[in-house]
Structure formats: C-alpha cells, structure tokens
C-alpha cells in the first residue's frame, strides 16, 4: 500500500546528526495518522552514515555521485508517497510542522512550500541578520528552504525534480518551476509560520557566511560548478 508522505534525507558523512535527528523525526512521524517512510540517501559517505540510518527503521538509498540534486532525487525516486518533504540531515521537524505541512498539501491550494527557519544554538548577531533577511525573502516571494521543502508527488515529476545541473540553490531552481506549474493548476506555494529547526553548524565563521551569500548573489552562475559550491560540500566525518 502506498505511503500519504515521505520524509528524503540526503547524508554525506552525517552518523552523528544522524544520530540526533532520526529519532526526532520519527518522533514527529508517530503523531500523524497518514502513514508515513523515512528515507536516508547515503550520499558517497566514508563514515557510518548507512549503518546509523539503518539503525532507525529506514529505508536506506545509495546515491554515488555527491552532489545534493542527485541525492534529493534519489530519495524521491524510492518514494512510493502522495507528498514528498525534503529535510537536512541537521534538521529537526515536530509533528506540529509536518502536520501544517500535510494540511496544506490536502487543501488542494498548495503544491508545495517550505517554512520559517531557525537556527539552533542561537547563532551571533551577524547570521541571525542573514537569517532573518532569509526569512522575509522567503515569505515574500514564496521560496523555501533546502532544510524544509514540501511538495505534491504530481508536481515534482512533472517538473523533473531537482535540477541536477547545480550544486547548490536546487530548492530555488524548483519552487520557480513549481510555481510555473501550480499556476495551471489553479495552486501555489506557501510558507508556513514553522518553524523549522536547523543546525548552526555551518555559521561559526560569520564573515565566511558572508562571503558565500555574497559571492553567490554576484556570481549566481557559480552553482553550476562543484568546485565553487564547497561551502556545501566540505565535511569532515564528524562536522
């Protein structure tokens, strides 16, 4: 019998946030009364990221080539769900958020959405600002973030996914393309109130944050090349 909802989590070298978030979402998962999968796409790791996922009722997909499309829509293809939420490795639903976010999916106005994004530890002043200018961008112009992305099964195919020609923005590249596609359908995308919690692992160098959304705001063409989207795709097996 197929699923009402899948949870996809792409993983590159994540056994230890894996350790702390599959619990929480499988938490969250037992409040609702759609059934529900949890899917963890190992993404070329080197460390226990397979093992950890496996340990949690999972069903575990390997996708070789390390790039955070591919491994979104690895996830996706292995779902057999009406709606599809994509959620970091890093992040942590409640049953609150994934219950929004399934009401709104069922009330045949959205074909997708994200949610308000927090940061846990409270980051410094510098990325709160640069989250909370995220934030009202978000809710403005309707763009959801990669750590919370909710979409109706039928619009992510018919759009093809996640663009597989970038290396980071892929959430951007598709709620533009789901847009496009909701409007014919008489739908659109929203931004819940949330929040979501995500980690503030990536922000212990606030001038480096910076620096990324900067460049990628003057060089927007850069996500298109592995090599310029490190800031991404440099872990280390424990980060």
């Known amino acids: 019998m197929p699923h ?5 989590v792409p993983a590159y070298n994540e056994e230890v946030q894996l350790a702390v978030t599959l619990p929480a979402m499988r938490r969250a998962m037992a409040e609702m009364t759609e059934r529900g999968q949890l899917i963890v796409v190992d993404n070329n790791s080197t460390d226990a990221t397979s093992q950890i ?3 949690h009722d999972t069903r575990v997909v390997f996708e070789p080539i390390n790039q955070i499309s591919r491994a979104r829509n690895a996830g996706a293809a292995a779902a057999d769900a009406g709606v599809l939420i994509f959620i970091d490795a890093d992040t942590t639903p409640d049953a609150a958020l994934i219950r929004e976010a399934l009401d709104a999916i069922k009330s045949g106005r959205y074909c997708g959405g994200g949610a308000r994004v927090v940061m846990s530890p409270r980051p410094g002043l510098a990325v709160r600002m640069v989250l909370g200018f ?11 973030a990669g750590c919370f992305f909710v979409c109706e099964r039928d619009g992510f195919d018919a759009v093809g996914g996640f663009s597989e020609q970038v290396y980071a923005s892929e959430e951007i590249w598709l709620a533009r393309q789901l ?8 739908k659109r995308l929203t931004i819940l ?4 919690t995500t980690s503030n692992r990536k922000t212990d160098n606030p001038a480096r944050v910076l620096g990324w959304v900067l460049f990628l705001t003057l060089c927007p063409i850069a996500v298109r090349y592995r090599r310029l989207c490190g800031y991404w795709y440099k872990r280390t097996e424990h980060a």
Do not use: C, H, M, Q
């Open 4 to 8: 009402d909802y899948a949870i996809i």
């Open 53 to 55: 996922a496996a340990g």
């Open 134 to 144: 995220w934030n009202t961008v978000s809710r403005l112009f309707k763009l959801p």
């Open 179 to 186: 847009k496009k596609w909701g409007r014919k359908e008489g």
């Open 193 to 196: 109130p949330g929040p979501i």
